[in-house]
């Protein structure tokens, strides 16, 4: 009977660890991770994105700068054909972050969060965060230049829904600078909650669930994101009705700031403090020697980092 029982203990530890060490299963309740096992599963998804090459993050965040451009199609034309209804016109918006979020693709708001999390540990050095960032913020605005340039530049929208999708940036232009900053400070802070309750999820309709709702936030809050944002803007000024520059300066950095602010103090920050006691015992004894020394972290290059662990349930990553 006990060899039954440490064969039924063996397999459930091989199925609940995943082949990168972290966390497929909770410890204590198997369908529920917690606080720190989330993170876990976090760093190691951070560890593929950070060692991403040039090629693969940059088409990867065009992909989901252009499908943010689905977003802002729907919730112009919806906007149009229910003569503004706040609530009919917006039913559509997640769909483009559902495209990014379940298809992996990378969005610079969504990365507020595993990459800043690597960081704190001292596994990545800040240039390769900042490498990341910008790397993957270039691309998602040339996915949504792409996308504002062909949806001026065909029939694809009604001239009501056009007319709509002039306003969304016109609207933003005349709003105050700190005011959009602030409401962008709390759309990242949805966006980046997103992604931490998205690692407690194992399956896709909960996943769904979950960008759906979140994102409906957004337009329903009328907060702002900084990709959909850009796209606006850049649909105005394909339209020449705005002086780029103007565009730039008053509405997409702002936004810009709000989102990063809102991701990375908000949500990342606090949420590693509230596991790093637990995490950090263990990863002074098994994972000291895989971080990077000050010096690495500060100053080291684009591509510095260390050793990933997962110190969980007595399970290290090798």
Not at 1 to 29: C, F, K, L, N
Request: proline content about 4%; aromatic content about 10%.
């Amino acid at each position: 009977m006990p060899d039954d029982t440490d064969r039924e203990t063996a397999v459930r530890d091989a199925v609940d660890v995943s082949q990168s060490g972290a966390p497929a299963g909770g410890h204590t309740i198997r369908d529920r991770f917690s606080a720190d096992e989330i993170f876990q599963r976090i760093v190691v998804a951070a560890d593929e994105e950070i060692t991403a090459t040039t090629r693969e993050l940059f088409f990867s965040g065009l992909a989901a700068g252009f499908a943010i451009t689905v977003t802002f199609l729907l919730y112009a034309s919806l906007y149009a054909s229910t003569d503004g209804d706040p609530v009919l016109s917006a039913l559509l918006y997640p769909l483009g972050f559902v495209f990014i979020i379940l298809g992996d693709y990378q969005l610079y708001t969504e990365n507020t969060l595993p990459p800043v999390a690597l960081t704190l540990e001292r596994l990545a050095s800040l240039p390769s965060l900042m490498r990341i960032w910008g790397l993957v913020l270039l691309a998602n605005l040339a996915g949504g230049l792409l996308g504002a340039l062909a949806l001026s530049s065909t029939g694809v929208l009604s001239p009501a829904a056009a007319s709509a999708a002039e306003g969304f940036a016109q609207k933003a232009i005349e709003t105050p600078w700190w005011t959009l900053f602030s409401k962008a400070v709390f759309a990242g802070l949805i966006v980046a909650g997103v992604v931490w309750v998205d690692y407690s999820l194992r399956d896709s309709i909960s996943r769904l669930a979950l960008v759906y709702v979140s994102f409906l936030a957004i337009p329903f809050g009328n907060l702002y994101h900084v990709v959909v944002s850009a796209t606006e803007m850049l649909y105005l000024v394909f339209n020449g009705e705005l002086a780029l520059w103007v565009g730039v300066s008053q509405f997409v950095v702002p936004v810009l700031l709000g989102n990063s602010i809102g991701g990375v103090v908000l949500v990342t920050v606090v949420n590693y403090f509230q596991t790093t006691e637990r995490r950090l015992a263990s990863a002074r004894e098994a994972g000291k020697k895989n971080r990077l020394t000050v010096r690495e972290w500060v100053l080291g290059g684009f591509s510095d980092s260390g050793r990933s662990y997962v110190p969980v349930n007595g399970h290290d990553r090798d």
